[in-house]
Structure formats: structure tokens, C-alpha cells
């Protein structure tokens, strides 16, 4: 069942995997259905390498498995996906990740603040959620308040999840904390560790594609 939307998720976790967003066999993905609302997710502890369309799980929003391959399981951190689609109404995938520069200041429990432009695109302050075991009930209600202030949000000494209206735009979003994460280290490296100025919501809102410059024919 929901073949297409199977091999849309398969594609995206093999180009984060690809782009050393979730390497190996870390990270997740979940994507949901609009018309059905089920929600199909990437099982656990399969290698992207290895991973293929048959081994996406799917289940409903309480966690009821609906299709699933034998001697496969859904990932570890799907109560944590199924939260934010409770929290977020507005949303239809899940990306998390473990991307280095942006877990490196989850680590540090440090929000990422918006130093240029890209932050605009996931809400500004990648904000952190406090910390929670992977896989437990803890982490999954950490991300809740963090949901609220924008579509990324770092799981402290864990890695960083994003949401989007589809798999595409959440995972555009990860890539984009991942680049503003080593802008933002490098620049408190060539800065003597003191803080680089940051860019107000209220400016990076103003932000427009600049149509009074193209002139046509």
C-alpha cells in the first residue's frame, strides 16, 4: 500500500545518508498520508545502503502497525514522530537526523540562532529540546514546546529533527540547519568564540524575491 509515497521516503533517507546527514544506520524519516492519514516510517536498524521501498513501515497515528515486512520493525523513535504530528496538525513528514555541526551544539544544549538567510526558511532560532532518552516517552514530549516556535528544533545530545508539508521541505530544512550550524562554528572559531551578530525574525521576514529588478523584454 501507498507504493509512490514509499518510494519518495526510500529516496530522500538514501540522499540524507548520501549528504552525511544520517550515515550508516542513524537517523529517521516518517511521511504521512493526507487522504488516510497513516504514516509511513523508516524501520530500524537497516542500513540505507541496503534499504528498499518493501521495508518502509506503515502504521496509524496510535502507533498500530498496518503493514510491516517480517523481521523488520519500525524505528526506535517513532513515538517521537507520531508526537509531532499531533502537535503540528499542519504538517505531513518528519526528518531527523544527526547531522555533525548541528548535533555538536545539541550537545552543548546551545540554540543555533539565525546568522544568515536559510534560518528563515525552517522559522529562525533552531531552539533545543531537552533531553530525553532516544525512544522514550521523555523525548517525545520534549520536542512539543520547541514545535511551537519553529520547524527545526535540536534533541539535546541526541541530533535535530524538522517538519515540513512534505518529506522534500523537511528535508531541505535539515540540510539548512546542517549549513547555518557550521556557518554559525565557524564563524565563533574565526570570532575568538564570541558571538557573530544575528539577524531579527523581523528582518529575515521582510526578505522578497526582488521582482522590481527583472526587467522583461
Not at 514509499?6 to 540524507?16: F, H, P, Q, W
Not at 521495508?55 to 507520531?82: G, W
Not at 521541505?169 to 540547519?177: D, E, G, H, N, T
Request: with cysteine.
Amino acid at each position: 500500500m501507498l507504493e509512490d509515497l514509499k518510494k519518495e521516503l526510500t529516496s530522500i533517507i538514501k540522499k540524507a545518508d548520501i549528504a552525511g546527514l544520517c550515515q550508516h544506520k542513524s537517523g529517521n524519516m516518517s511521511l504521512k498520508d493526507e487522504k488516510s492519514g497513516m504514516i509511513l516510517v523508516t524501520p530500524s536498524g537497516i542500513a540505507r545502503e541496503d534499504l528498499t521501498c518493501e521495508d518502509i513501515c506503515v502504521v496509524d497515528k496510535n502507533a498500530k502497525v498496518i503493514e510491516m515486512k517480517d523481521n523488520v520493525k519500525p524505528s526506535s523513535e517513532l513515538l517521537m514522530h507520531l508526537t509531532a504530528y499531533k502537535v503540528r496538525q499542519d504538517i505531513q513528514a518528519v526528518v531527523h537526523t544527526h547531522s555533525r555541526f548541528a548535533t555538536s551544539f545539541a550537545v552543548l544544549n546551545k540554540p543555533i540562532p539565525p546568522i544568515i538567510y536559510e534560518a528563515v526558511y525552517y522559522g529562525g532560532v533552531v531552539p533545543v529540546a531537552s533531553y530525553g532518552r532516544p525512544g522514550t516517552k521523555e523525548l517525545a514530549e520534549s520536542i512539543i514546546e520547541p514545535l511551537k516556535q519553529a520547524d527545526a528544533c535540536l534533541l539535546q545530545s541526541h541530533g535535530v529533527m524538522t517538519v515540513g508539508r512534505d518529506i522534500e521541505a523537511a528535508y531541505l530544512k535539515a540540510i539548512y540547519v546542517e549549513e547555518v550550524a557550521e556557518v554559525y562554528y565557524r564563524t565563533l572559531m574565526l570570532n575568538g568564540g564570541k558571538e557573530p551578530p544575528v539577524l531579527t525574525l523581523d528582518e529575515l521576514n521582510k526578505w522578497k524575491y526582488p521582482l522590481d529588478h527583472i526587467k522583461r523584454n
